[in-house]
């Protein structure tokens, strides 16, 4: 019986160990505003682009840069890496708003924990803070859903606006 609780303890601070390292310790935002803002001024690149295909078994994609908000060409395609733990993870094909950085020069880094979002489904980007309401019961929840997407995409369409203000 001492043997087996050797092995479940052994096992569990391994877990725990495994947990720890591997983990992601995102900051919970409260100030839409500084998160903005530090997305900007430490993102190498940020732009609009559309995502021509997606690898989840490599974290990868090839991504066209359709509206660029630095100095990153429009029509140039990138391979881009998203960290399958912090996110935010392209995940889908379609328009994306990209914060990132490049590791090499063809290779596109997204920002970990940051505010990179599609724009079919904005409000899957943890780091936007949304207006919390109670979970909705059964009945309601597609009305909730359309209210929470309705809610991110007005927060991206801001961003938006508001990037393309500091660009000129």
């Not at 993102?43 to 559309?50: K, L, N, P």
């Not at 990132?100 to 489904?121: A, D, H």
């Amino acid at each position: 019986m001492n043997t087996f609780k050797n092995i479940v303890l052994s096992l569990s601070f391994f877990l725990l160990g495994f947990a720890i390292v591997y983990s992601c310790n995102c900051p919970i935002v409260k100030d839409l505003n500084k998160i903005q803002e530090y997305e900007y001024e430490n993102s190498e690149c940020i732009f609009v682009g559309e995502v021509l295909s997606v690898n989840l078994d490599n974290h990868t994609f090839e991504i066209e840069v359709i509206e660029s908000f630095d100095e990153t060409n429009s029509g140039t395609i990138y391979t881009g890496k998203y960290d399958p733990i912090c996110g935010p993870r392209v995940n889908e094909k379609g328009m994306w708003l990209i914060y990132g950085f490049f590791e090499t020069n063809s290779i596109l880094m997204v920002n970990s924990c940051g505010l990179t979002r599609s724009f079919r489904k904005p409000e899957y980007c943890i780091s936007v803070p949304m207006k919390m309401t109670p979970a909705p019961e059964k009945d309601e929840y597609d009305v909730w859903k359309k209210e929470w997407n309705k809610n991110a995409t007005e927060i991206l369409a801001t961003e938006l606006q508001n990037l393309r203000k500091k660009k000129k």
